[in-house]
């Protein structure tokens, strides 16, 4: 049996799964949270064997919350998905360290064999992923930049692009704000902009809003 944990934000995605997961007789839901406040507390009680975690989980950024649960529970295999531009966040989180990356647009059978690979220990993202990270390359401008960036200038760029100031920025991921402001330059510098605005702009166009 594969126990899994369930972190989204919307109790009507988490009953879903979790009534599609119970309905097989490998996969059974053993707890869920709404936010990483309560995906930790779970994490106390339970051992999952795959925790499902949505990318814009509340309080603090996926990709944080991923890193902490690698360093809290190693043991524990994340399974990460969401709504958001798959080429753009797939990368980040399996270089953070997930076992794979889903969208939420995937069908049943495909939810339940990505959690079945990973329980495994095996990497799983789609093949239309791999087909765009094997043969895409420099063809569109925004992934040839982004492919620059590390997953720490993702996450500022993330955060940033959703209106959080510096300060704010700093306090989401546990940095100080002359480290936020040095990611900012280093991005300016990666992206080919001098101002903020153009910055953002660059966000936009990476799908990072």
């Known amino acids: 049996m594969i126990h899994v944990l369930i972190a989204d934000s ?3 995605v988490r009953l879903g799964i979790k ?22 507390e779970a994490l106390d009680k339970v051992t999952p064997d795959v925790v499902m975690l ?16 690698k360093q809290e529970y190693p043991d524990t295999k994340v399974l990460m998905y969401s709504g958001q531009s798959e ?35 095996n990497m799983f993202i789609t093949n239309e992923l791999a087909q765009r ?10 992934r040839r930049f982004f492919r620059k960036l590390s997953t720490r200038e993702v996450e500022v760029l ?13 306090e989401g991921l546990n940095l ?20 903020l605005v153009d910055l953002l702009q660059q966000a936009k166009a990476l799908e990072l809003y």
Request: hydrophobic residues 40%; glycine residues 6%; without cysteine.
């Open 10 to 12: 919307h109790p009507i």
């Open 19 to 40: 009534q599609v997961l119970n309905s097989t007789s490998e996969l059974k839901v053993i707890g869920d949270a709404s936010t990483t406040t309560e995906l930790f």
């Open 54 to 69: 949505e990318m814009d989980i509340p309080e603090i950024n996926g990709i944080a919350t991923l890193r902490k649960i």
């Open 87 to 121: 080429d753009v966040y797939a990368l980040s989180t399996i270089r953070a360290g997930a076992f794979g990356y889903l969208s939420k647009t995937a069908d049943v059978d495909y939810i339940i064999s990505a959690i079945k690979k990973v329980a495994e220990g």
């Open 133 to 142: 990270l094997a043969f895409d390359e420099g063809t569109q401008k925004p």
């Open 158 to 170: 993330k955060l940033l692009a959703s209106g959080k100031r510096n300060k704010e920025v700093a």
């Open 176 to 195: 100080n704000e002359k480290t936020v402001s040095t990611y900012k330059a280093r991005l300016m510098r990666k992206l080919n902009v001098d101002n």
